[in-house]
C-alpha cells in the first residue's frame, strides 16, 4: 500500500529511476505527508522495513479548555481506513457522543455540560482504550445579595441582615465605612453565607453610610434623632417587706428631658424625678401587710408596673450567677420557688440581653433569658432582677480560650464521684459546667471565673455498660461507666407525711451482697438520717422538715432510684376574728389557734396601741391574748396577724 502511495505521490521516480538526489527529497518529503494523511503510520516502509501498527488509534482533543458554561466539542480520531472503534465518556457531564462508533479517520463530536462549580474539572473520552481528556473552565464567581436596595433605620437604630447567594468555593468579603454600622456577624466567608449589622442610635443629624459585601455596594441612611424614648423593665416587681426596687433605665437622647412620678401610695420616686438624655429612676415600696398588690409609675411618658408579693411571700432564685460563652446564648434559664399564687417578674437591667421567656409569673417558674455575642474585646457583667433579685451575667471576651482536661472520664457500675475536671483559662473568664445526661450531676463547679475544678457524680448503674456526656468550658467530657452486675429493690418508692415532718417511713433496700449503694435527698428539706451508703440488702431513714408553706413533693436517690416524698401543707384558723372594746381598753383574748401537731406560728400587733401579752409564738394548738391600751381620741380600729391570719379589733372613742 505504501508503495503504490509512493507512486502516486512521486510520478517522476517511477519515470526516470536516476533522478538528481534533490528530487528524490522532494518526492519523500511529499510522500511523508500522504502517508500521515492515509494512516500509514509515521515511518517511510519499504519494501524490506517493518510494518506500521495495525489499526493504531490516534486522538486529538480541544488544545484549549471548554468554557464553563459549556459547548460542542470535537475530537479527531486518526486510524487506517479499515480499522472499526467506539467511543465512550467516564464522566456525566461529557454526553452525546456523536458519532459513537465508526470506522477509519473521523471527528467525534460531544457535548460538555455547563460546569456549577468555581473549580476547574476534567474528564476523560476512550475511544478503543485510547483516552483524550477533555478540561473545562471553573464557573466564574457570581454574587447575589439580597435585599440589594438600600437600608433605612429611624434614629434609635437596629438591626439588619444581608443573605449572599453564591457557588461552594467562592470567598468574599463585608466591611463598614461607618463606625456606627457596626457587622455583628462574618466579615467574609467562602460560599452561600448571611451578613448581620447592627446600627447606633443617632444623636445627632441624619446619615448615610454603606456597606461592601461581595464587592457589591449597599446604601444604609438613618433619620436624625428624635425624642422618642426607651424605657427598661417596663414591668417589675418587690418582696412583700418593701424596700427599693430594681431601677428603672430611660434611653433617648442627648437634650431630651422626661420626668418620673408614682402613681401609688405606697410607691415612692427616690430618685430620677427629671432627667435629660439618658438615666435611671429608682423608686420605693412600702412594705405590704395585706394581699398582693400592684401599683404604678409614669417615667417618660410611659406606664411601669410594679407588683408586690403578699405578706407571705418568699422567692428563692436558682442560680443568682451564670457564666456564658463569648458567642453569646440562645436561651438560658434561671429558676423561681415561690408559694402558688406569689406573684414575680423578670427583667433585663443591660441592652446587650433580653428575657425571652417567663416575664412574669405565680408561683414556681422560669425566667429565660438570650445574651448577644460579646464584640467589646473584654469580659461584660450584667444583671438581670428576677422575683426582686439580682442574678448577675458574666460572659466572656473573645480573647478567652479553654483548656479541659481530662475529656474522658471513668467511673463503675456503683457511681460516685468521678476524678475532678480541671479546667484553665485566663483570669476572669467565666465559665459553666452542665450535665447532658440524667445519671449525671454537676456536684461542685458549676460556674467559675479563671482556673478553676469541676466535680461529677455519677449515679449506680443497673443495667449495661453506658457513657454520658457534660459540658465544661463549652467542651464536651465523656462519662464512661461499667455495666452492673447488680440489681436493686426499692420499696417503698412512695410515701407521704404530714405538715409537721418527723422520721418518714425507712426505704428498704434489697440487692445481692457485696452490690453497693448510695442514699441522698435531692431537696433541703429531706435529710438521710442513716443509711447514705451500703453494701447488699440494708435500710435508708430520714427526717422531713414541718411544711410552714403550701404542700410540697421532694424526692431522694437511693440505689440509683427515686423515692417520692409528698408533704402535707400547716393549715391554720383562728376563733374569734375580731373583738371590741370600749374606750377603756383591757386585756383581749383568748384567741384560739388551731393547725396539725408541730405546725409553727407568730402572732404580732400591726397597731402600737395593741401589744400580744401571750402566745406571740406557738407549734401546734393554741391562744393567744392581748391588751388594748386606754383611747383618748376617736373611734379606731386594728389588727393582729395570728398564724398568718388577721384579726380585728375595734376600740370606742372616749
Not at 471553573?138 to 449572599?164: I, K, Y
Not at 422560669?366 to 461584660?380: D, H, M, Q, V, Y
Not at 393554741?622 to 386594728?638: L, M, Y
Request: with cysteine; net charge neutral.
Amino acid at each position: 500500500m505504501q508503495a503504490g502511495l509512493l507512486r502516486t505521490s512521486c510520478p517522476l521516480l517511477t519515470a526516470v529511476g536516476h533522478l538528481r538526489s534533490i528530487r528524490m527529497i522532494a518526492c519523500l518529503i511529499i510522500w511523508s505527508f500522504a502517508c500521515a494523511a492515509a494512516g500509514c503510520g509515521s515511518t517511510v516502509a519499504t519494501s524490506t522495513g517493518p510494518s506500521p501498527t495495525k489499526c493504531g488509534i490516534t486522538l486529538a482533543p480541544p488544545a484549549s479548555p471548554v468554557n464553563s458554561s459549556g459547548a460542542t466539542a470535537t475530537i479527531a480520531v486518526r486510524t487506517q481506513a479499515e480499522c472499526a472503534w467506539t467511543a465512550s465518556s467516564e464522566v456525566n457531564w461529557i454526553t452525546g457522543l456523536t458519532p459513537a462508533s465508526g470506522q477509519g479517520t473521523g471527528d467525534l463530536r460531544i457535548e460538555v455540560a455547563s460546569n456549577p462549580d468555581a473549580a476547574t474539572r476534567q474528564g476523560d473520552i476512550v475511544v478503543n482504550g485510547e483516552r483524550a481528556r477533555i478540561r473545562q473552565d471553573a464557573a466564574p464567581c457570581r454574587f447575589e445579595l439580597s435585599p440589594t436596595e438600600p437600608q433605612t433605620f429611624d434614629g434609635t437604630g437596629g438591626n439588619g441582615r444581608v443573605d449572599v447567594t453564591t457557588l461552594a468555593g467562592c470567598s468574599w468579603t463585608a466591611s463598614s465605612s461607618a463606625s456606627w454600622i457596626a457587622i455583628a456577624g462574618q466579615t467574609g466567608g467562602t460560599g452561600t453565607g448571611v451578613v448581620s449589622f447592627t446600627i447606633g442610635r443617632n444623636t445627632s443629624v441624619a446619615r448615610t453610610g454603606t456597606l461592601t459585601i461581595a464587592g457589591q455596594t449597599i446604601s444604609v441612611s438613618q433619620a436624625s434623632a428624635t425624642c422618642s424614648y426607651v424605657v427598661t423593665p417596663l414591668s417589675t416587681s418587690v418582696v412583700a417587706t418593701g424596700g427599693a426596687g430594681t431601677p428603672i433605665a430611660v434611653e433617648t437622647v442627648d437634650g431630651c428631658t422626661w420626668t418620673a412620678v408614682s402613681n401609688a401610695t405606697w410607691l415612692t420616686v427616690a430618685s430620677g424625678a427629671s432627667g435629660s438624655g439618658d438615666g435611671a429612676v429608682g423608686f420605693t415600696a412600702s412594705a405590704n401587710t395585706g394581699g398582693a398588690r400592684s401599683g404604678t409609675l409614669t417615667i417618660a411618658g410611659q406606664i411601669v408596673t410594679v407588683a408586690q408579693a403578699a405578706a407571705n411571700c418568699s422567692y428563692t432564685v436558682t442560680p443568682t450567677n451564670v457564666s456564658v460563652p463569648s458567642s453569646g446564648v440562645m436561651s438560658s434559664a434561671v429558676s423561681v420557688s415561690a408559694s402558688s399564687g406569689c406573684p414575680w417578674t423578670a427583667a433585663s437591667n443591660v441592652a446587650w440581653m433580653s428575657i425571652v421567656s417567663g416575664s412574669s409569673g405565680a408561683g414556681n417558674g422560669t425566667a429565660s433569658f438570650t445574651a448577644t455575642a460579646n464584640t467589646t474585646g473584654a469580659i461584660r457583667t450584667g444583671t438581670l432582677t428576677i422575683a426582686g433579685q439580682p442574678v448577675t451575667i458574666t460572659q466572656a471576651s473573645t480573647s478567652c480560650s479553654y483548656s479541659v482536661k481530662p475529656t474522658s472520664l471513668n467511673v463503675d457500675a456503683g457511681g460516685g464521684a468521678a476524678n475532678p475536671i480541671s479546667i484553665m483559662t485566663a483570669n476572669g473568664c467565666p465559665w459553666t459546667a452542665s450535665s447532658n445526661t440524667s445519671w449525671l450531676s454537676i456536684t461542685s463547679g458549676a460556674t467559675g471565673l479563671g482556673d478553676g475544678t469541676v466535680t461529677i457524680t455519677a449515679a449506680a448503674n443497673t443495667g449495661g455498660a453506658r457513657n454520658g456526656t457534660v459540658t465544661v468550658a463549652n467542651q464536651t467530657v465523656t462519662v464512661n461507666q461499667a455495666a452492673a452486675p447488680c440489681t436493686y429493690t426499692v420499696s417503698p418508692t412512695s410515701t407521704s407525711i404530714g405538715a409537721a415532718g418527723g422520721s418518714g417511713t425507712p426505704v428498704s433496700v434489697n440487692t445481692s451482697s457485696g452490690c453497693t449503694w448510695t442514699a441522698r435527698s435531692n431537696v433541703n428539706w429531706v435529710t438521710i438520717a442513716t443509711g447514705s451508703s451500703g453494701t447488699g440488702a440494708g435500710t435508708v431513714t430520714y427526717s422531713v422538715q414541718s411544711n410552714a408553706g403550701s404542700a410540697r413533693t421532694g424526692t431522694l436517690t437511693v440505689a440509683g432510684q427515686m423515692v417520692t416524698i409528698s408533704q402535707a401543707a400547716c393549715m391554720f384558723t383562728i376563733a374569734p376574728t375580731s373583738q371590741s372594746f370600749d374606750s377603756s381598753g383591757g386585756a383581749g383574748g383568748p384567741v384560739a389557734v388551731t393547725t396539725q401537731t408541730g405546725c409553727a406560728w407568730t402572732a404580732v400587733s400591726n397597731a402600737n396601741w395593741i401589744t400580744v401579752s401571750s402566745g406571740a409564738s406557738g407549734t401546734g394548738n393554741g391562744a393567744v391574748t392581748f391588751n388594748v391600751a386606754a383611747n383618748t381620741g376617736g373611734a379606731r380600729t386594728g389588727t393582729l396577724t395570728i398564724a398568718g391570719l388577721t384579726f380585728t379589733v375595734s376600740q370606742q372613742k372616749k
